[in-house]
Each structure stands twice: as structure tokens, then as C-alpha cells.
């Protein structure tokens, strides 16, 4: 009994990898060729209709069951996609060029990976941003489209400003999280640097007031000042949320 229930099984799992194997077979011969040039040429024509909002390759090349997920975070389905293409404002300009394009495919299927260089000029003032998006492409119903894409905006440090030499010595000093962990802000000329332990020293350039910021990291250090305007507290703020740090007398 138990070696015909085997049997009966191999079988069955044989049938399903000859049928899986002709499937495959079958989408990679029904489905055309497409390269990445093509895809290329594609996702620009999507990026060139966004300027005067037109829908027409947006309607086209994505599919109606779509899933968009974008650099600020929304989930869209295609109705809400068309929805958000609109024409820019009178005085708004801008282009995105596809640059960095990577693609892998099987049958049936493309992902595309790019990047994305926007220049965007309002009353001629412009603009630079930077985008990493994926997209994968299935051919059903006799053509291509986007089945989903995710995008992400690349973190840019923003212009450093400018600060009172004279206000320097108010950040230095030691900085406690809890006890044994502390934190050491010190000067260096006319510049201040932040040190954990034996680890390396990062440079706070200033931003704004006592904001500032260290090149390639996204949080910020905040330097809070009490009643009397002396500083207290380190604020390690990332993504909107503070770790505080006491400053030792």
C-alpha cells in the first residue's frame, strides 16, 4: 500500500514538473523578445509624458492591475497613478532622464532597475533630485507592462550655513545617554566634531542655528539650550524621532 501511494506520488510530481516545464516553454515562445534598450526607450517616454500630463503611455505601458509604490511612500493602484499625473503649474518646468539602467529577465518576465536625474525649474529657480526605481514587467494578454514599481529618492546633505565662531564652545563637552555610554562634541579650530568612545570623529556642519548635520547621514544633531540659553541636551534626531543625550556638567 505504502509503496503505491509512493508510486502514485512520483507520478503526480512528475506530471507536475513536465506540465510547469511546458508552461515555461510555451510563455517563452508566446511572448516576444524585449531587450533593455527597449525598456529603456519605454520608461523615458513614461518620464517625458509627465511635464504636460499626458496619460497615454501611462495608460498603455502599465498594466490595469498595477502596483505602484512610490519615493513618498503611496500605494497606488493604476486609477490613482492617472489620477496623480497632472500638467505642471505655469512657471514649472522639468525633465527626468533614465540613467544606470540594469535589467534581468525570464520568460515572461523584465525587471528593470534605474535611476532617475530630475531637473525641475520653478520660475527659474532649479532644482536637482535623485531616484532609484524597479520595475517589473510581465507580458500577458499580447503585450508588455508594468505589473509593479517601487521607487526611492536617494538622500541629498543639504547646503551647509553659516555659524557664529563665537558660538562654537557652547556645543563642546560631554554628552551622556546612560551611564558609561557617553558622547564628546569638541572643537578643532573653528570647526566641531562628534566622537563616540574610540570611534571615529564626524564633522557637524552647521545647517541652521544649532541644527546640524554630518555628510551622508540622513538624522540630524540638535542642540537643545535651557531657560538661560546654555546647551543641555544633544539631540540625535532620526527620522522625526530624538534619542537625548545629557550634557555633563
Not at 153 to 168: F, M, N, Q, W
Amino acid at each position: 500500500m505504502n509503496l503505491r501511494r509512493a508510486v502514485s506520488c512520483l507520478s503526480c510530481l512528475c506530471l507536475a514538473l513536465a506540465a510547469r516545464a511546458v508552461a515555461a516553454r510555451a510563455i517563452a515562445q508566446d511572448s516576444p523578445a524585449i531587450d533593455q534598450a527597449e525598456l529603456v526607450l519605454r520608461t523615458q517616454q513614461l518620464y517625458d509624458a509627465i511635464p504636460s500630463g499626458d496619460q497615454a503611455p501611462w495608460r498603455s505601458y502599465y498594466a490595469e492591475d498595477t502596483m505602484v509604490y512610490d519615493e513618498k511612500g503611496r500605494a497606488m493602484n493604476k486609477r490613482a497613478l492617472l489620477d496623480d499625473l497632472q500638467p505642471m503649474a505655469a512657471g514649472y518646468s522639468g525633465i527626468i532622464k533614465v540613467t544606470h539602467p540594469r535589467a534581468t529577465f525570464a520568460p515572461g518576465v523584465a525587471v528593470l532597475a534605474y535611476d532617475c536625474d530630475e531637473t525641475e525649474t520653478i520660475f527659474g529657480q532649479e532644482l536637482h533630485a535623485r531616484y532609484h526605481t524597479v520595475d517589473t514587467w510581465l507580458y500577458r494578454e499580447g503585450k508588455w507592462q508594468i505589473a509593479v514599481s517601487q521607487a526611492m529618492r536617494y538622500y541629498e546633505d543639504p547646503a551647509v550655513g553659516s555659524i557664529d565662531a563665537a558660538h562654537l564652545d557652547d556645543f563642546t563637552g560631554v554628552y551622556e545617554l546612560a551611564a558609561g555610554n557617553r558622547r564628546v562634541v569638541m572643537r578643532v579650530g573653528n570647526d566641531i566634531y562628534l566622537q563616540r568612545g574610540t570611534g571615529a570623529k564626524a564633522k557637524l556642519l552647521p545647517e541652521s542655528g544649532d541644527l546640524f548635520f554630518r555628510v551622508g547621514v540622513e538624522g540630524r544633531i540638535l542642540f537643545h539650550r535651557n531657560e538661560s540659553g546654555k546647551v543641555d541636551l544633544l539631540y540625535d534626531r532620526r527620522n522625526n524621532e530624538d534619542v537625548v543625550w545629557r550634557k555633563l556638567p
